[in-house]
Structures are given as structure tokens and as C-alpha cells.
């Protein structure tokens, strides 16, 4: 059985983490406490999720995680798509995250799907 910070989708999500931090380092101050530290407990979920989910005893439990991880990725990107609106986000920027977020989206997709199948 395999850990998981050897999951290919832990992977990812870690690399959006670290990516979404050093994009809203440069937010304007004023967000600090507002937007930024929202958009970064979100993407932090993601990949927290998945690591717990996967410390779990059981499929169900792991399931219920990635479920979580799937909502706090959606949430995620609501607060790029506020980011860019707002302009502290470039449009290639946002698409940049977007379509990362959209493959990760795809992965959590597939192992739920997979731990449904083994049930």
C-alpha cells in the first residue's frame, strides 16, 4: 500500500498549494485577512484532505475525505475566479490555475469513483 505523498494526486494538489501561495503573495495588503487567507485554507484543504483521507482505516472513510477535498478545490477556485475579477489575478493567470484545478478535479473524480467500485 502506498502513502500518500506518493499519490499522483496528492502530488498535484501539493504543486497547486505551492503555486497559490506564491501567486497571492503578491495580493494587495488589504486582503490579507480577507481573500488571501481564504483562497490559501481552501487549497491547503485539498491536499490535507487527501492525506488524512488516506491515513483512514477504511474506504469509506478515505471516500468521505476526497469527497471533502473535491468541495475545498471547488472552493478554491470560486476564490481565483473572486481574485481575478477583483484584478489581483491575470486572465492567464486565472486559466492557468483553472485548468490545474480542473485536473486535479478529474483525479479525486477517478479514485472516489475507484474506492466506489471496491466497496
Known amino acids: 500500500m502506498i502513502s500518500w505523498r506518493e ?14 501561495y506564491r501567486e497571492t503573495a503578491a495580493f494587495p495588503g488589504v486582503e490579507r485577512f480577507r481573500l488571501t487567507d481564504q483562497i490559501l ?20 472513510d478515505f471516500r468521505h475525505f476526497l469527497v471533502t477535498a473535491r468541495a475545498s478545490l471547488e472552493e478554491t477556485r470560486y476564490f481565483l475566479l473572486l481574485a481575478k475579477d477583483l484584478g489581483y489575478l491575470s486572465e492567464t493567470a486565472h486559466l492557468k490555475h483553472d485548468t490545474r484545478a480542473e485536473k486535479i478535479h478529474k483525479m479525486l473524480n477517478a479514485l472516489v469513483g475507484h474506492l466506489v467500485g471496491k466497496s
Do not use: P
Open 41 to 60: 485554507r481552501s487549497v491547503t484543504s485539498v491536499a490535507a484532505n487527501i492525506a488524512e483521507g488516506k491515513s483512514r482505516r477504511t474506504r469509506a
Open 7 to 20: 499519490m499522483r494526486v496528492w502530488e498535484e494538489a501539493h504543486c497547486f498549494v505551492l503555486a497559490i
